[in-house]
């Protein structure tokens, strides 16, 4: 693995920022830049839909290896133009172009109105505004709540008072394709001038980021002996079967909480049925007509059964029904010795 740290960070004229997320790479690249005696801004962008073990593990890093500042995206703004727009167009809109009658306009602007206030949550509100989750074909999740805020509370505050502001990102290569075609140095990122992103630890293995770790006396975000191959969001709509099944096993009030998600946004959503996995992508019923699409029939609370099931999802696994939580549970070989 390469350790070599680009020139340019040293600069004097240029300041580090390193995102954290409570991840095995962000951390990582933290540690990186402490044994290159790079000091580096670490932040972490609340998105209110992290494990509380993830917010435990941050502060557990915070204890260890020194301050993390919290940022927060805000949508107060954003909410109160959306019911606005609620309140004038809806009753008009809802006729015309979804068909309602005007008995049935009135009640779903009414419901909607009940439900569409700021929670101080920015991932519920997010939703809650966009009157949808966020999918792979729409994933404004991660520009919203993390690099939006990171962007304006931190970064250009930071480009007013230094020449060149340097984002390290914890990507690598080995997760997907597309990571794969990322360059290192990105100069001007954003067409933002003198905002640059570097990524030290794109050529790494998961081996190697456990290792480093594991060489400065630092535990993994216990979530990774937990089942889950990632601990951001939870759960990520990119989640795997089996860390559904880890999930609805170990921590079903956090599937609860999600469930109780749904009913909000589905009530800020024109046709009141937005689900937090996409019904076309149901693995049993998927389903495109929104007139048979809502929370009872293809909420997450429904992907139980499946999530638990093996063989293609058509045989239940006693198993997975039964997990026992005291025991290690890893995609990531080394994790449990």
């Known amino acids: 693995m390469n ?3 680009d020139t340019r960070c040293f600069s004097a004229d240029a300041i580090n920022i390193n995102s ?25 962008a609340d998105t209110g839909h992290e ?3 993830t917010m435990e593990y941050l502060d557990y890093l915070e204890s260890k290896l020194g301050e993390i500042r919290r940022v927060k995206a805000s949508f107060d703004d954003r909410i109160a133009g959306k019911r606005k727009f609620i309140a004038e167009r809806w009753p008009v809109t809802l006729v015309t172009e979804c068909g309602m009658t005007d ?15 700021p929670t101080g949550i920015p991932f519920l509100d997010l939703c ?3 009157g949808r989750f966020p999918s792979t074909k729409a994933r404004f999740c991660t520009f919203d709540l993390k690099h939006a805020p990171i962007r304006d509370q931190i970064v250009m505050p930071l480009l007013a008072e230094y020449d ?3 984002s390290w990102q914890g990507v690598r290569a080995e997760e997907s394709p597309a990571r794969a075609l990322l360059p290192e140095w990105e100069t001007d990122a954003d067409n933002t001038p003198g905002l640059h992103v570097y990524r030290p630890i794109l050529t790494w293995t998961h081996a190697d ?7 400065h006396g630092i535990k993994p975000n216990p979530l990774y002996q937990q089942g889950c191959s990632r601990v951001g969001c939870m759960p990520c709509i990119h989640a795997r079967k089996s860390e559904l099944a880890e999930i609805f096993s170990r921590w079903p009030e956090e599937v609860a909480r999600v469930a109780e998600w749904e009913r909000l946004v589905a009530a800020c959503s024109r046709r009141g049925n937005s689900t937090f996995f996409p019904s076309t992508q149901d693995p049993h019923k998927a389903e495109r007509r929104i007139e048979f699409i809502s929370v009872e029939s293809h909420g997450i609370e429904t992907y139980r059964d499946w999530a638990l099931t093996s063989r293609g999802g058509n045989q239940f696994d006693l198993f997975a029904g039964m997990n026992d939580k005291a025991v290690c549970s890893s995609v990531y070989a080394g994790i449990c010795e």
């Open 3 to 5: 350790t070599v740290i």
């Open 20 to 44: 954290v997320s409570g991840g095995k790479d962000s951390l990582a690249q933290w540690l990186l830049a402490i044994e290159a005696g790079v000091t580096t801004i670490r932040v972490f």
């Open 51 to 53: 494990h509380p073990q």
């Open 103 to 117: 008995a049935q306009a009135t009640a779903t602007v009414a419901r909607a109105l009940d439900v569409l206030h």
């Open 128 to 130: 809650m505004w966009k």
């Open 164 to 166: 060149e502001v340097i």
């Open 209 to 215: 980021v456990f290792a480093l770790a594991r060489r």
